[in-house]
């Protein structure tokens, strides 16, 4: 079992930058696949990237592809969310989810969350 604890949200103007950081505790962090997922208000849980055990896949969201980037450090039990070039349409919060093994981008996939953490962008 893996706990996640995300960090490194708050408010920014449109065109700015966040990084997420979400540390794991537990067993095998390299073992698990992890992802990031966000919720607008009103709306349903969306993919946004993952990144493979390794570090070596990656899988983004079309509509952040080419703005955000995934990366993990295995040594540090932690994977990031690097969010450049922010959009209004980007604010929600934004959780950390893990499994074992393969990549997916089905939320209902992922057994493992994190509490969330709330970017807000504004224009």
């Known amino acids: 079992q893996v706990q996640l604890v995300e960090s490194g949200g708050g408010l920014v103007q449109a065109g700015g930058s966040l990084r997420l950081s979400c540390a794991a505790s537990g067993r095998s962090f390299s073992s698990y696949a992890m992802g990031w997922f966000r919720q607008a208000p009103g709306k349903e849980r969306e993919f946004v990237a993952a990144?493979?055990?390794?570090?070596?896949?990656?899988y983004y969201a079309d509509s952040v592809l080419g703005r955000f980037t995934i990366s993990r450090d295995n040594a540090k039990n932690t994977v990031y969310l690097q969010m450049n070039s922010l959009k209004p349409e980007d604010t929600a919060i934004y959780y950390c989810a893990a499994r074992l093994a393969v990549v997916v981008r089905n939320t209902g996939e992922y057994p493992y969350w994190g509490q969330g953490s709330q970017v807000t962008v504004s224009s």
């Open positions: 990144i493979s055990t390794g570090g070596g896949s990656t």
